[in-house]
């Protein structure tokens, strides 16, 4: 149990076009799922946190109106790159949150997105 | 807000000797540690958590120890094989917050 999907795996994109990331719970429901980037050889930092039929809490540094994202049910939560540039190109990953342990948070993530932005 | 550290950034071990990696948390408040692994280019996968409620836990090979005064917690690897190469990331939370993540430990095993 607790599977989560991530499509697409891969994308590569020209700059200023757009890119959407789908995150889906599969079997379960999922209040909240968080957004990650990582670079390359470094760690998994927080994007942003999704709450299903609310606003997104985004992390400090991290543009609102540039990384749009959209919690529109219980298993799936969009991230879209807009205006995408070079300096995007990363490892985008989610992850679900269960809330099934005893109120605390044991996540788990997607297999994750590489983006290249040519 | 939280903040974690992790060392060493990279580990070399021979095959059959004992691995330690070590966090340290900021915030008193936070009640959850989980470990996680990570191969290249692929998702982190959980392979240990412990609540504040517990000083250690063991799974086979696999233990964490957390030391709630001194806010640091422990990844303790066994009898190491070649198949446990990868970075290791420790986080900490409170609740149903964020996860606040190290920043990796590269750990290769020699056969």
């Known amino acids: 149990g607790a599977v989560v999907s991530q499509h697409p795996s891969r994308v590569i994109c020209k700059s200023g076009t757009s890119v959407k990331i789908e995150c889906r719970s599969l079997?379960?429901?999922?209040?909240?799922m968080f957004w990650y980037r990582q670079f390359p050889k470094q760690s998994l930092m927080l994007m942003a946190t999704s709450n299903e039929g609310s606003k997104a809490t985004y992390e400090q540094g991290v543009e609102k109106d540039k990384f749009l994202i959209n919690h529109a049910s219980l298993t799936l939560s969009t991230l879209t790159v807009t205006s995408a540039h070079p300096e995007d190109s990363s490892f985008y990953i989610c992850?679900?949150?269960?809330?099934?342990?005893?109120?605390?948070?044991?996540?788990?993530f997607g297999p994750g997105t590489r983006l290249t932005v040519t | 807000g939280e903040n974690v550290e992790q060392h060493p950034s990279t580990l070399s071990v021979q095959e059959g000797d004992s691995a330690v990696i070590k966090c340290t948390y900021s915030d008193s408040a936070s009640n959850y540690f989980p470990w996680y692994k990570q191969e290249l280019g692929k998702r982190p996968q959980l392979i240990i958590d412990?609540?504040?409620?517990?000083g250690e836990k063991k799974d086979q090979r696999i233990a964490v120890t957390l030391n709630k005064t001194a806010k640091h917690f422990s990844l303790h690897i066994t009898e190491t094989q070649p198949e446990d190469s990868a970075v290791y990331f420790c986080a900490a939370s409170m609740g149903f917050q964020k996860l606040v993540f190290g920043t990796g430990t590269r750990l290769l095993v020699s056969p």
């Open positions: 992850s679900a949150e269960s809330g099934t342990s005893g109120g605390l948070s044991e996540q788990y």
């Open positions: 079997d379960f429901q999922a209040t909240t």
């Open positions: 412990i609540r504040s409620n517990v």
